[in-house]
């Protein structure tokens, strides 16, 4: 278990430019999170996924991001024509979903991405 | 919707001593689970301790537990016998029964001196 990975750790990139994030779980967990983080305040949840299904999506999740987990494993965020505003760590976490055993509603989070737009 | 309220930005504790982070919530579910996440200095958050709204007991882990009181809707974390590792911040998060969704309060950091 080598935990969530996250890649790049840091991005920079120019107004108008896209970007695009790396999430890989933890093997064999199911649900993958992504979450935005800006300075000073909590995570805020932009959306989640069961195997490749994304079965919830914040309104935070404008038209310019998406995010996509094709085989169920690794997901990708992709943020198009950037803004300052965008400029955040962006969090991935996984979990092995739901079940009857408490530790199975933890989500486990990777060390984030940060991305800042100039 | 659902809130989170972490009232203090910072804290600061001595090692050694005993220290409580306050966090209030706000939902009109009856079935929920509440969380305390800790997000050392550059390093990923990891949770702390765990709490399930239809037990009445609170929880506890090693030097950790909580104080839930569901008709206040508050939920503290107290960290007793407090290690310099304790500095972090410390985010307070809400689950509700049918969802994946945490939602987080703004943060406390922890400051422990020596």
């Known amino acids: 278990d080598t935990g969530v990975s996250q890649d790049p750790r840091h991005k920079i990139t120019k107004r108008g430019q896209n970007v695009t994030f790396r999430c890989d779980p933890i093997s064999e967990h199911n649900r993958l999170y992504w979450y935005r983080q800006t300075l000073g305040q909590g995570p805020e949840f932009l959306t989640y996924?069961?195997?490749?299904?994304?079965?919830?999506k914040s309104r935070l999740l404008s038209d310019r991001f998406s995010a996509e987990r094709p085989k169920g494993s690794f997901s990708t965020l992709e943020i198009q024509r950037t803004e300052q505003g965008d400029s955040a760590m962006y969090l991935c976490a996984s979990s092995p979903g739901r079940g009857r055993v408490t530790k199975v509603y933890e989500q486990y989070f990777g060390p984030g991405t940060r991305l800042t737009v100039t | 919707a659902q809130t989170v309220t972490q009232s203090q930005p910072e804290m600061s504790v001595q090692e050694a001593e005993t220290v409580t982070l306050s966090c209030t919530y706000d939902?009109?579910?009856?079935?929920?689970?509440l969380f305390w996440y800790k997000q050392p200095p550059s390093r990923q958050m990891i949770l702390v301790i765990r709490q399930e709204a239809y037990k009445q007991q609170n929880a506890t882990e090693n030097r950790f537990s909580v104080n839930f009181q569901k008709a206040a809707k508050s939920f503290s974390l107290k960290i007793s016998d407090s290690q310099l590792g304790d500095a972090a911040m410390y985010f307070c998060?809400?689950?509700?029964?049918?969802?994946?969704?945490?939602?987080f309060g703004t943060g406390t950091r922890l400051q422990v001196f020596p």
């Open positions: 998060a809400y689950r509700g029964y049918n969802t994946d969704k945490l939602i």
């Open positions: 996924f069961q195997n490749e299904a994304q079965l919830e």
């Open positions: 939902t009109s579910e009856s079935d929920y689970y």
